[in-house]
Structures are given as C-alpha cells and as structure tokens.
C-alpha cells in the first residue's frame, strides 16, 4: 500500500463516474494518492458536498486545476489509506461473500501488504473467514483466488458457481497448452 502526499495545494476540477456509471463533476481539495490492491485513489476534500471522499483514479477524467489554492485538513482517520479502507468497507456491492480461508488471519494480513478488503475474522489457529464484496464475480473470484491459500466459499451460490465455471476454463487452458510441442 503506498500513501504519496501531494504536494499541490490548489484545488482540482474534474469529470467522475460513480460505480453505477453516473458521471458528475467534481470539485475537491486532493490531500493524497493511495494505492490498494491494484488501484489508486485520490482521498480528497469534495468542495461541493463538504466532506471527505475517497475516488478511483481511473475514473476521474477531464482534471484541471482550478487556480484555487487552500490550506490542507486534517483528515478523519489516521492515515489516506485507512480512510480509503473505511470508505470501500461501507460500500454495498451487489455480491457479499462469506469464505472460509485455511490459513490463520494474522498470515493472510501479514502475507499481503495490506488485508484484503472486507472483514477478515480468526476461527481458530489455522483457519479464519473473510466477508468480503465486489459488484462483479469475476473480480471477486480472482481477489479470493489470489490469495494463495485453500478456501471454502459459504456464499453467494453465484461465486460458487463462477469459480467452477473459471476453473473448468482454466483446466481446459492448462491441458491444451500441455499438449502443445514446445518452441525454442
């Protein structure tokens, strides 16, 4: 996870689509950039709405600067990075997971950079369950898939049925590519 301070303080206008593709324009103090998993985000103050938001990079389009300058805030978290794991964690996703992992909570939270986004709970000393959602199954198949350990998924029986229809498409992948002479 990378927290990187702009050093700007002049504000910034620009196009945003929302989740649900509903596209606004924006107008925002940027505080930080913060990396999660395999996107950026842009935690800043929303000048319109008056109050913190955290937006995916990749969804911002048009950015100009507004030749506004302010003085930064003080955010209401610790850090960038937890206030963008407090903002996705409140977010509700037309998918929500219930999936045992068999690998304590402490290893899974050690072995990646930062926890996987959801709530991730102890069991027992080898095995701990994580909630987690997504508005996709394929990404949330592969986000639990990546996380390199033995798991169960309780629900939703859509996942459970994707995750057999990707590993099905894998296997398939893997037989056809075994078969092929190899090139030098």
């Keep these: 996870m990378l927290r990187r301070p702009l050093e700007s303080t002049q504000g910034l206008r620009f196009a945003y689509r929302a989740r ?7 107008e925002a103090e940027p505080h930080r950039l913060v990396t999660l998993g395999r996107r950026w985000y842009l935690v800043a103050w929303d000048t319109r709405r008056e109050d913190w938001r955290s937006f995916r990079v990749d969804r911002i389009a048009e950015p100009v600067a507004t030749g506004v300058r302010f003085s ?12 963008v794991l407090k903002s996705l964690s409140g977010a509700v996703y037309r998918y929500r997971a219930r999936v045992t992992l068999h690998a304590p909570a402490g290893e899974i939270s050690a072995r ?18 994580l909630r987690t959602s997504d508005d996709h199954l394929d990404w949330l198949a592969m986000r639990i898939g990546m996380l390199g350990v033995a798991f169960e998924v309780h629900e939703p ?3 459970i049925d994707r995750m057999r229809t990707l590993g099905e498409r ?3 992948a893997a037989r056809k590519s075994e078969s092929r002479p190899a090139v030098s």
Excluded: V, W
């Design 157 to 159: 029986p859509e996942l």
């Design 170 to 172: 894998f296997t398939q």
């Design 20 to 26: 649900d593709a509903t596209q606004s324009r924006r």
């Design 72 to 83: 930064p805030r003080e955010l209401p978290e610790a850090d960038a990075a937890a206030y």
């Design 112 to 129: 990646h950079h930062h926890p996987p986004p959801g709530r991730l709970t102890p069991i027992d000393g080898r095995t701990c369950e």
